[in-house]
T-cell receptor, first 109, second 113 residues
Framework: DAKTTQPTSMDCAEGRAANLPCNHSTISGNEYVYWYRQIHSQGPQYIIHGLKNNETNEMASLIITEDRKSSTLILPHATLRDTAVYYCIVRPLVGKLIFGQGTTLQVKP | EPEVTQTPSHQVTQMGQEVILRCVPISNHLYFYWYRQILGQKVEFLVSFYNNEISEKSEIFDDQFSVERPDGSNFTLKIRSTKLEDSAMYFC???????????FGPGTRLTVL
């Protein structure tokens, strides 16, 4: 079973920042936080991952709390194309991905 | 930008028939995966493959399933005798190493009648 808890759904206005929370209170010291998204039954798409430091790339930022029990994915300027299911996954650096139900983000005009 | 490709996009088969789903991973990738997603459900891991052997498999991946890398470019998933409950989207993924992000293909929709 997935070791993360995410809200089932969220809305965001186009152009605003989308902040997607994830709880992973049982995360182990060697486990990373990964974020993927799935746009309308397409293959999952990697977004970002981190261990304990905040991370940023061209798609998003990942903020991990100091105790590593939760994190937030930030899409700085959401567009309609960002409407998708977002998955927060914790796993060791190697191995399979275990997907939960994710958060359905609806970006509205 | 290199991408994982999968064929066919949609496969319809009769129960009990064998199907082979094909994937072409990104060319310099060494680790290969199959996942499936039954309609409306979670994406589920099936199997990972490295150095011409299975490195990990799930409980779903029973004796009816097999994987192969027949020619150094293709990566296939075979289901020997399909069941109705095998109907799902099947996603292939690849990565440069087991620690890097996995890149997913667009999926094959398998419908078993």
């Amino acid at each position: 079973d997935a070791k993360t808890t995410q809200p089932t759904s969220m809305d965001c206005a186009e152009g605003r920042a989308a902040n997607l929370p994830c709880n992973h209170s049982t995360i182990s010291g060697n486990e990373y936080v990964y974020w993927y998204r799935q746009i309308h039954s397409q293959g999952p798409q990697y977004i970002i991952h981190g261990l304990k430091n905040n991370e940023t790339n061209e798609m998003a930022s990942l903020i991990i709390t100091e105790d590593r029990k939760s994190s937030t994915l930030i899409l700085p300027h959401a567009t309609l194309r960002d409407t998708a299911v977002y998955y927060c996954i914790v796993r060791p650096l190697v191995g399979k991905l275990i997907f939960g139900q994710g958060t359905t983000l609806q970006v509205k005009p | 930008e290199p991408e994982v490709t999968q064929t066919p996009s949609h496969q319809v088969t009769q129960m009990g028939q064998e199907v082979i789903l094909r994937c072409v991973p990104i060319s310099n990738h060494l680790y290969f995966y199959w996942y499936r997603q039954i309609l409306g459900q979670k994406v589920e891991f099936l199997v990972s493959f490295y150095n011409n052997e299975i490195s990990e498999k799930s409980e779903i991946f029973d004796d009816q399933f097999s994987v192969e890398r027949p020619d150094g470019s293709n990566f296939t998933l075979k289901i020997r005798s399909t069941k109705l409950e095998d109907s799902a989207m099947y996603f292939c993924a690849s990565s440069t190493s087991s620690s890097n992000e996995q890149f997913f293909g667009p999926g094959t929709r398998l419908t078993v009648l």
